[in-house]
Nanobody
Protein backbone atom coordinates (compact mmCIF):
# COMPACT_ATOMS: atom_id res chain seq x y z
CA UNK A 1 0.00 0.00 0.00
CA UNK A 2 1.36 3.40 -0.97
CA UNK A 3 0.19 6.74 0.38
CA UNK A 4 0.83 9.94 -1.54
CA UNK A 5 0.32 13.13 0.45
CA UNK A 6 0.16 16.61 -1.02
CA UNK A 7 -1.04 20.11 -0.27
CA UNK A 8 1.50 21.35 2.24
CA UNK A 9 3.29 24.63 1.91
CA UNK A 10 4.06 28.02 3.37
CA UNK A 11 1.12 30.10 4.55
CA UNK A 12 0.65 33.17 6.70
CA UNK A 13 -1.02 32.92 10.06
CA UNK A 14 -4.76 32.93 9.63
CA UNK A 15 -4.53 31.29 6.24
CA UNK A 16 -5.71 27.90 5.01
CA UNK A 17 -4.36 24.80 3.35
CA UNK A 18 -6.01 21.62 2.14
CA UNK A 19 -4.00 18.45 2.53
CA UNK A 20 -4.78 15.34 0.52
CA UNK A 21 -3.55 11.77 0.81
CA UNK A 22 -4.37 9.11 -1.74
CA UNK A 23 -3.90 5.41 -1.09
CA UNK A 24 -3.07 2.90 -3.78
CA UNK A 25 -2.03 -0.72 -4.08
CA UNK A 26 -3.56 -4.07 -3.25
CA UNK A 27 -6.20 -2.81 -0.87
CA UNK A 28 -9.17 -4.87 0.15
CA UNK A 29 -10.65 -2.33 2.55
CA UNK A 30 -9.60 0.85 4.33
CA UNK A 31 -10.82 1.24 7.90
CA UNK A 32 -9.68 4.33 9.81
CA UNK A 33 -7.85 7.18 8.10
CA UNK A 34 -6.10 10.03 9.82
CA UNK A 35 -3.62 12.85 9.94
CA UNK A 36 -0.75 13.17 12.38
CA UNK A 37 1.91 15.81 12.73
CA UNK A 38 5.38 16.18 14.14
CA UNK A 39 6.96 19.51 14.96
CA UNK A 40 10.72 19.89 15.44
CA UNK A 41 11.79 18.49 18.78
CA UNK A 42 8.35 17.10 19.55
CA UNK A 43 6.70 13.72 19.35
CA UNK A 44 4.28 12.84 16.59
CA UNK A 45 0.71 13.60 17.62
CA UNK A 46 -2.71 12.76 16.25
CA UNK A 47 -4.47 15.67 14.59
CA UNK A 48 -7.67 14.13 13.27
CA UNK A 49 -9.05 10.71 12.43
CA UNK A 50 -12.08 9.48 10.54
CA UNK A 51 -13.60 6.03 10.67
CA UNK A 52 -15.03 4.03 7.78
CA UNK A 53 -18.48 5.19 8.90
CA UNK A 54 -17.42 8.84 8.90
CA UNK A 55 -17.06 9.35 12.64
CA UNK A 56 -14.40 11.96 13.33
CA UNK A 57 -12.09 12.81 16.19
CA UNK A 58 -9.92 15.89 16.56
CA UNK A 59 -7.12 17.04 18.80
CA UNK A 60 -8.32 19.79 21.12
CA UNK A 61 -5.81 22.18 19.59
CA UNK A 62 -7.43 22.01 16.13
CA UNK A 63 -11.13 21.65 16.96
CA UNK A 64 -13.18 24.22 15.10
CA UNK A 65 -10.33 25.02 12.71
CA UNK A 66 -9.53 21.73 10.94
CA UNK A 67 -11.91 19.39 9.14
CA UNK A 68 -11.11 15.85 8.10
CA UNK A 69 -13.02 14.09 5.36
CA UNK A 70 -12.64 11.08 3.10
CA UNK A 71 -13.66 9.86 -0.33
CA UNK A 72 -13.89 6.10 -0.16
CA UNK A 73 -14.20 5.68 -3.92
CA UNK A 74 -10.94 7.57 -4.42
CA UNK A 75 -9.30 6.05 -1.33
CA UNK A 76 -8.37 9.57 -0.32
CA UNK A 77 -8.39 11.44 2.97
CA UNK A 78 -8.41 15.22 3.21
CA UNK A 79 -7.57 17.73 5.92
CA UNK A 80 -8.91 21.23 5.52
CA UNK A 81 -6.89 23.51 7.77
CA UNK A 82 -8.26 26.99 8.49
CA UNK A 83 -7.19 29.82 10.78
CA UNK A 84 -3.68 28.41 10.86
CA UNK A 85 -1.45 29.34 13.77
CA UNK A 86 2.32 29.43 14.14
CA UNK A 87 2.10 26.37 16.36
CA UNK A 88 0.52 24.36 13.52
CA UNK A 89 3.91 24.31 11.80
CA UNK A 90 4.94 20.68 11.44
CA UNK A 91 5.35 17.79 9.05
CA UNK A 92 1.92 16.28 8.51
CA UNK A 93 1.64 12.54 7.94
CA UNK A 94 -1.36 10.63 6.71
CA UNK A 95 -2.17 7.22 8.11
CA UNK A 96 -4.55 4.52 7.01
CA UNK A 97 -5.52 1.28 8.61
CA UNK A 98 -6.09 -1.07 5.73
CA UNK A 99 -6.67 -4.72 5.00
CA UNK A 100 -4.67 -5.76 1.95
CA UNK A 101 -5.45 -8.56 -0.45
CA UNK A 102 -2.68 -10.60 1.14
CA UNK A 103 -2.71 -9.93 4.85
CA UNK A 104 -6.35 -10.50 5.74
CA UNK A 105 -5.95 -8.31 8.82
CA UNK A 106 -5.75 -4.54 9.44
CA UNK A 107 -2.32 -2.95 9.16
CA UNK A 108 -1.09 0.62 9.59
CA UNK A 109 0.42 2.45 6.63
CA UNK A 110 2.05 5.89 6.62
CA UNK A 111 2.56 8.54 3.99
CA UNK A 112 5.86 10.30 3.42
CA UNK A 113 4.83 13.54 5.12
CA UNK A 114 4.11 17.00 3.83
CA UNK A 115 5.53 20.16 5.39
CA UNK A 116 3.18 22.85 6.65
CA UNK A 117 4.88 26.09 7.65
CA UNK A 118 2.90 28.95 9.14
CA UNK A 119 4.59 32.34 9.18
CA UNK A 120 3.73 35.51 11.07
Amino acid sequence: VQLQASGGGLVQAGGSLRLSCAASGSIFRINDMGWYRQAPGKQREAVATISISGRTNYADSVKGRFTISRDNAKKTVYLQTNSLKLEDTAVYYCNVQAITLYSGRPEDFWGQGTQVTVSS
